[in-house]
């Protein structure tokens, strides 16, 4: 019976929210963290302001063999903080995990409660996260996942906070119709029982998109899932300060779209040709039919930031924004394919390597 259920919740993308069981459960927040000196003071500051009783939050940091002072700088910011938390210096790998997942397979085993909240360490959450993700964990849901957005001054922060919203958004239509997309590891709750279901980190193959692989896993046993999309659970994320390091961050992000169901990769694959097709409209016909169509991409494109911006309680984008957009993705995407033509194979990683 319980199998049943799951697996009519996992046909459910969306769901109102439940009843939190008694006043609040104990929740333990798992943090992966490798060379963040920079970034845990806002990460950890977030968590020491959620809006939730600290005896009733567990914070555990992994500290993958840093190199700079990631552990002293965790340490001190979480100093005094009423609820229990832990620095765990992470000396060993556990079954197949590597990197984050093998990081985040140490503090589970550590971890206390029933519910996993998971974070990273460049992101910021909002006062109400832990509550509202709660809310969603009704019976026989294994995964919820929360929105992330990217905040930054200049323009290559600007356009990749675009690129996040109309991202997500179009996840968000697809989680909302019944079809399981994908999760975010750096906003995500997942329970013991459907992490536990699964075997864990160790037990899993390696990916370097370690979040979907374990979103996948739970899905196979029959939980269901949340893809939220509310201001309540709305995560804030730096973004890529330079060109070199946005094409390493979306070359791992691929190897995860390879892994997704075959239609939701052709509908990618239609948006990221969908200049080409452009072209070859206007060679075979006329270049007027050829920049309608383009127009039409910008105006849906802008229609949907529209939406997707309201319902995350975001500003408006500013219409000039999307032009601009249109550019990026031409660019972004052609770097990517002469990377994986041209480029070495694996992914790099925290200076690390990966095939």
């Given at each position: 019976?319980?199998?049943?259920?799951?697996?009519?919740?996992?046909?459910?993308?969306?769901?109102?929210?439940?009843?939190l069981?008694?006043?609040?459960?104990?929740?333990?927040?798992?943090?992966?963290?490798?060379?963040?000196?920079?970034?845990?003071?806002?990460?950890?500051?977030?968590?020491?302001?959620?809006?939730?009783?600290?005896?009733?939050?567990?914070?555990?940091?992994?500290?993958?063999?840093?190199?700079?002072?990631?552990?002293?700088?965790?340490?001190?910011?979480l100093a005094?903080?009423?609820?229990?938390?832990?620095?765990?210096?992470?000396?060993?790998?556990?079954?197949?995990?590597?990197?984050?997942?093998?990081?985040?397979?140490?503090?589970?085993?550590?971890?206390?409660?029933?519910?996993?909240?998971?974070?990273?360490?460049?992101?910021?959450?909002?006062?109400?996260?832990?509550?509202?993700?709660?809310?969603?964990?009704?019976?026989g849901?294994?995964?919820?996942?929360?929105?992330?957005?990217?905040?930054?001054?200049?323009?290559?922060?600007?356009?990749?906070?675009?690129?996040?919203?109309?991202?997500?958004?179009?996840?968000?239509?697809?989680?909302?119709?019944?079809?399981?997309?994908?999760?975010?590891?750096?906003?995500?709750?997942?329970?013991?029982?459907?992490y536990?279901?699964?075997?864990?980190?160790?037990?899993?193959?390696?990916?370097?998109?370690?979040?979907?692989?374990?979103?996948?896993?739970?899905?196979?046993?029959?939980?269901?899932?949340?893809?939220?999309?509310?201001?309540?659970?709305?995560?804030t994320?730096?973004?890529?300060?330079?060109?070199?390091?946005?094409?390493?961050?979306?070359?791992?992000?691929?190897?995860?779209?390879?892994?997704?169901?075959?239609?939701?990769?052709?509908?990618?694959?239609?948006?990221?040709?969908?200049?080409?097709?452009?072209?070859?409209?206007?060679?075979?016909?006329?270049?007027?039919?050829?920049?309608?169509?383009?127009?039409?991409?910008?105006?849906?494109?802008?229609?949907?930031?529209?939406?997707?911006?309201?319902?995350?309680?975001?500003?408006?984008?500013?219409?000039?924004?999307?032009?601009?957009?249109?550019?990026?993705?031409?660019?972004?995407?052609?770097?990517?394919?002469?990377?994986?033509l041209?480029?070495?194979?694996?992914?790099?990683?925290?200076?690390?390597?990966?095939?």
């Open positions: 019976m319980a199998y049943a259920t799951g697996r009519l919740a996992s046909r459910r993308g969306a769901a109102s929210p439940v009843a069981p008694g006043p609040g459960p104990r929740v333990s927040i798992l943090v992966a963290a490798r060379n963040e000196e920079a970034n845990l003071p806002r990460c950890l500051a977030s968590l020491r302001a959620l809006d939730y009783p600290a005896e009733k939050l567990e914070i555990l940091v992994g500290d993958d063999a840093s190199t700079d002072r990631t552990r002293a700088v965790a340490e001190a910011a005094g903080f009423a609820g229990f938390w832990r620095v765990i210096a992470i000396e060993s790998n556990l079954g197949q995990a590597r990197g984050k997942a093998n990081v985040l397979a140490h503090l589970a085993r550590r971890a206390t409660a029933d519910y996993f909240l998971i974070t990273d360490a460049d992101i910021t959450v909002p006062p109400t996260w832990v509550p509202a993700m709660l809310r969603h964990a009704a019976p849901v294994g995964t919820v996942t929360g929105l992330t957005v990217t905040v930054g001054a200049g323009w290559l922060a600007r356009l990749q906070g675009l690129d996040w919203l109309l991202s997500l958004a179009l996840i968000q239509v697809g989680t909302e119709a019944g079809q399981p997309m994908t999760a975010m590891g750096n906003n995500m709750l997942i329970t013991r029982a459907a536990l279901a699964t075997g864990g980190y160790e037990a899993l193959p390696f990916s370097v998109t370690e979040d979907f692989a374990l979103f996948e896993a739970v899905n196979a046993r029959g939980f269901g899932f949340r893809q939220l999309f509310e201001p309540a659970v709305r995560a994320s730096r973004p890529i300060a330079s060109w070199a390091g946005l094409v390493k961050q979306r070359l791992r992000w691929l190897r995860g779209v390879a892994a997704l169901p075959w239609h939701v990769q052709a509908g990618l694959i239609f948006f990221s040709g969908y200049w080409l097709a452009a072209l070859g409209l206007g060679l075979a016909s006329n270049w007027g039919w050829a920049l309608a169509a383009l127009a039409a991409k910008v105006a849906s494109h802008y229609a949907l930031a529209v939406v997707a911006s309201r319902r995350a309680g975001l500003p408006r984008p500013a219409w000039w924004l999307l032009p601009a957009f249109e550019l990026y993705s031409l660019a972004l995407t052609t770097h990517l394919t002469l990377s994986r041209l480029g070495r194979r694996g992914v790099e990683w925290k200076g690390r390597h990966y095939h």
